[in-house]
């Protein structure tokens, strides 16, 4: 492994494991002063992998360890996939969280990450002056179809005030582009104007 690595790349560039196993690629990759990639389906990325590659980093003196004076440092994030926010269709999946679908929204607008814990309202956040808003699975605390989810001038009202341009999503709305365009708002329709990607 640290032969194909050595052939294969520089000191700081990328490797990507996309079926990481048990780890070794990686592991050995981080010896190496690559940065790296992992991506593991089975449970042993949380119980195996990451156990192991946190000993790297803490100095494990395994493998080529010794040949390459392995001393320990650098580090790493761990991850887990959210659920799929689309089926196979491009609907979107009726089990889906407000707040997975959220984190999914704020990355295809923004570009940042917004955890999955973080708090639940109809405002996502504002980003570069604009506040993007959700408005799904009843967040304002009205399921029926034309409830919540639905921006009307009575659930504008009722939304957290933003002084600039305003981005929100929702299954529908019964006002006229004139009026969304006076007030700031480009409305986008779930589940058809989310992007994929
Ligand atoms: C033989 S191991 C790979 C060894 C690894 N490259 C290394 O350096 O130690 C194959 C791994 O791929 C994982 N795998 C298979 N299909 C996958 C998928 N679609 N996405 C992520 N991991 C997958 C399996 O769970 C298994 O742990």
Request: aromatic share 8%.
């Amino acid at each position: 492994m640290k032969r194909i690595i050595h052939i294969a790349s520089q000191p700081g560039e990328l490797v990507l494991d996309s079926f990481l196993g048990s780890g070794t690629t990686a592991a050995v990759a981080h010896k190496m002063g690559r940065r790296w990639i992992g991506i593991e389906m089975g449970e042993h990325a949380r119980t195996y992998c990451q156990p192991r590659l946190a000993k790297v980093i803490d100095g494990e003196q395994g493998g080529v360890s010794k040949t390459l004076g392995w001393q320990g440092g650098g580090g790493f994030r761990f991850y887990q996939h959210g659920p799929k926010v689309f089926d196979d269709q491009g609907r979107i999946n009726p089990e889906i969280k407000f707040e997975h679908l959220a984190a999914h929204i704020w990355f295809a607008e923004t570009g940042t990450a917004r955890s999955t814990r973080a708090m639940k309202s109809p405002l996502l956040g504002v980003h570069n002056g604009t506040a993007y808003y959700l408005l799904y699975n009843g967040i304002l605390g009205d399921k029926t179809l034309a409830g919540g989810n639905m921006l009307t001038m009575k659930v504008l009202a009722g939304l957290p005030e933003h002084d600039g341009p305003m981005v929100i999503y929702g299954e529908g709305t019964n006002m006229t582009n004139d009026r969304l365009r006076s007030l700031g708002i480009t409305f986008k329709k779930t589940p058809n104007d989310i992007r994929a990607r």
